[in-house]
């Protein structure tokens, strides 16, 4: 990163959290470990800080260890630029995602723990709250530099944005023995979640010199973002570390999805035996010495696992038990994501494959989800996928909070039939698409044909999202009124082509999921 010398007399006149954009360059801000270099967007009135290292490079011997702290530096640090993204394979984009979704294919590296910071132009000593965001991306890919999360319309908003980036796939996610006896806690494998929990203390350490308030934190994900949310509630490790959380489409409740958290330190540590076994590698010091772009060939199912200290135990008994970090939750889903996560089968096939999972419970499954003809089997099997992955978990994960946490929690259903720019296509409310509306980023798409009904549902979904990183309720001037979610009034706000409270969506549907999974894999 290129180091740019600012003078510390200016550098002191701008750490104050109240910018003013006195230097020719831009913003500077004094840091814990050095001075910053960011811009200031003269368009928006909003100041952008992008790839500051929140921990040091986790490269060679540091390779599969919990993040270090940073070294500190002497000159101003050039923060105008986004960081490489965490090492991943290039993703082939889906369909329905257009660019705004993919995280740029270069530069990548191991050396990826920054974060990038979006601030309100300020001129008080008033503190702002501030929303973490945890990008998606199946533990495998993502940046928190994707496009669609830009946080200039949040700060806009009073709100400082932040956007992370973690370690991915392998990198983040090995355990294996070798990895466990070296570890001063007796584990291994959750090398990601232990970066989000770095990122979040750096935060804490530093926001107030943004503007944010450090008493004020919101964590926010969506897909494997959310699915993070869903541990770091759920971690002794994060506790204090925020103050609210807002989960969009995943969780980890039930063990439903391809990272139920129900896989444990011994299981993880078997694959982590069989891709060393794989690569011919015997020892971690080898390990440590395959350069990254072959390591990344290695293939496994790498996500967060319950390993005894990052997760000292799975999700669902953590709040079964009112173990959980317990901040008001804002949670929800889309109503057309199973579009693209599960294949499409006939009649036949649907009917064998619910009695190869649901067993005797098959018949049930069958009223709820019908395969009459093979056109029936098609809606079933979307609607199956949707709630499996996403609806039972925003379902369940909420209506545990309500009943074993005190503070609110809000459920959502997003609906509305985004655009595409083409008349031929129409996939929904497809998985990742509600992020337009509650960062309130249409305009970061050029090529969508947006109407009128969609700058109004964004403009009442960003300010949901902004009222309850304020206060932890998401009401307020000229919104309609969002009921919180309790055990008895299960209430989700309807987010489509209107806005209006409704009893939980096929909530039959959800409860069979809910009691199914619940009673076939866990025992209190």
Aim: proline fraction near 6%; charge should be neutral; hydrophobic fraction near 40%.
């Amino acid at each position: 990163m290129k180091a740019v010398f600012v003078s510390i007399i200016t550098a002191a006149l701008l750490a104050t959290g109240c910018f003013e954009n006195k230097n020719p360059e831009g913003p500077v801000i004094r840091t814990k470990n050095g001075l910053i270099l960011g811009e200031y967007n003269t368009q928006s009135g909003i100041y952008v800080f992008r790839g500051i290292p929140y921990a040091s490079p986790p490269v060679g011997e540091f390779r599969w260890k919990p993040p270090q702290p940073l070294q500190n530096w002497h000159d101003t640090l050039n923060c105008t630029r986004f960081s490489a993204c965490a090492i991943q394979e290039t993703p082939v984009p889906f369909s329905m995602w257009t660019s705004e979704f993919i995280a740029p294919s270069a530069p990548l590296s191991e050396d990826c723990l920054y974060l990038n910071i979006w601030a309100p132009n300020k001129n008080t000593t008033e503190k702002c709250p501030v929303i973490v965001y945890i990008h998606g991306g199946g533990f495998n890919a993502g940046s928190g530099s994707v496009p669609v999360y830009d946080g200039t319309q949040m700060a806009g908003k009073g709100i400082v944005f932040v956007t992370i980036n973690y370690r991915l796939g392998i990198f983040g996610f090995l355990a294996h023995p070798g990895l466990t006896a070296e570890s001063d806690n007796n584990s291994s494998g959750n090398y990601g979640l232990l970066d989000q929990i770095a990122a979040l203390k750096w935060v804490k350490e530093n926001i107030h010199a943004f503007g944010g308030d450090s008493t004020n934190i919101t964590i926010a994900g969506q897909s494997a973002g959310a699915y993070s949310v869903c541990c770091l509630t759920a971690s002794p490790l994060a506790g204090g570390l925020f103050h609210k959380a807002i989960t969009q489409s995943g969780g980890a409740v039930l063990p439903t999805g391809r990272f139920s958290h129900t896989a444990t330190l011994d299981t993880a540590e078997k694959i982590g035996q069989a891709t060393a076994a794989s690569l011919q590698i015997k020892t971690i010091d080898g390990l440590r010495n395959i350069p990254a772009d072959e390591l990344l060939q290695a293939k496994g199912n790498f996500g967060p696992i319950v390993d005894g200290y990052v997760l000292p135990d799975i999700i669902y008994n953590t709040y079964f038990k009112g173990k959980q970090n317990d901040v008001p939750l804002l949670a929800g889903w889309n109503a057309n994501e199973g579009l693209y996560f599960f294949e499409v089968k006939n009649a036949t096939g649907f009917k064998e494959k619910s009695r190869e999972i649901y067993g005797s419970h098959a018949n049930d499954f069958l009223r709820f989800f019908p395969a009459d003809n093979d056109s029936v089997a098609r809606l079933s099997q979307f609607s199956h996928a949707d709630m499996l992955s996403f609806g039972v978990q925003a379902y369940k994960w909420t209506t545990m909070q309500a009943k074993t946490g005190k503070s609110p929690v809000y459920l959502y259903y997003f609906s509305r039939r985004v655009p595409y720019g083409n008349e031929q296509a129409d996939y929904g409310a497809f998985h990742s698409s509600e992020i337009f509306y509650a960062f309130n980023n249409l305009g970061i798409s050029k090529n969508r044909p947006w109407q009128k009904v969609d700058y109004a549902l964004a403009n009442t979904m960003s300010g949901y999202w902004a009222n309850f990183a304020k206060t932890g309720n998401p009401n307020g001037k000229g919104l309609p009124d969002w009921l919180p979610c309790k055990t008895e009034a299960l209430n989700a706000m309807f987010l489509g082509d209107t806005v209006k409270i409704t009893p939980v969506p096929e909530i039959e549907k959800l409860r069979f999921l809910e009691s199914f999974y619940e009673s076939a894999f866990y025992v209190n």
